[in-house]
C-alpha cells in the first residue's frame, strides 16, 4: 500500500478469497484492505499511539440516522460522558481535499455536534474545532491529545 503522511505502523494482514485483509483493533475483525480501509487503519493508530485515545471511546464505520437519512461515518471518538468528541472522514489518497469536502462533513456533523473535526485522505490531514454559537468551524494543527 502507498505511504502515507503518518508514522509507520504494525499492521496484521491476511489473504482471504485472493484479498489482502487488515486486522482492525477496534472491531476487532480482518478487513479487506482498500484504499480507504489503509487511510482508516492508519488513522486509528495515529489516535491510539500519538494522541493516546483510548481503545473503547473510538468507534469505527457505524451506521446512523440522520433526518431520516442512513449514513455511516468513519471514526468517531466519543468522550467518557458519551457525548461525541472527534468526527473522522477518511477518504482514498487519490480523492482531492477540497472546501466542499469539509463542508459537507461540516454540516454532516450539526446533528451529531463533535467538538472536533478531522478530514484525511492520508496525504493531507485537516483538522478543526467547531464554533457552534457562530456556526462556523476552526482549523487547527492537530488534534489535542485526550485527556480527561
Given at each position: 500500500?502507498?505511504q ?17 485483509a ?11 484492505l ?16 500519538e494522541?493516546?485515545?483510548p ?8 451506521l446512523?440516522k440522520?433526518?431520516?437519512l442512513?449514513?455511516?461515518y468513519?471514526?468517531v ?7 461525541l ?5 477518511c ?29 484525511t485522505n ?9 464554533d457552534?454559537i457562530e ?13 480527561i
Amino acid at each position: 500500500m502507498q505511504q502515507l503522511h503518518f508514522p509507520a505502523y504494525k499492521f496484521r494482514f491476511k489473504n482471504s478469497e485472493n484479498k489482502v485483509a487488515i486486522f482492525d483493533e477496534i472491531r476487532k475483525k480482518f478487513i479487506v484492505l482498500t484504499p480507504e480501509e489503509w487511510v482508516r487503519q492508519n488513522v486509528v493508530q495515529y489516535l491510539l499511539q500519538e494522541k493516546k485515545y483510548p481503545k473503547s471511546y473510538i468507534n469505527v464505520e457505524k451506521l446512523i440516522k440522520l433526518n431520516g437519512l442512513i449514513k455511516r461515518y468513519d471514526v468517531v471518538v466519543f468522550q467518557p460522558d458519551g457525548k461525541l468528541f472527534l468526527l473522522i472522514e477518511c477518504k482514498s489518497t487519490d480523492i482531492k481535499i477540497s472546501q466542499d469536502t469539509f463542508d459537507q462533513i461540516a454540516r454532516y456533523n450539526m446533528a451529531l455536534e463533535a467538538k472536533y473535526l478531522m478530514v484525511t485522505n492520508g496525504l493531507n490531514h485537516y483538522f478543526c474545532q467547531m464554533d457552534y454559537i457562530e456556526e462556523k468551524y476552526n482549523f487547527l494543527q492537530d488534534l489535542p491529545e485526550f485527556t480527561i
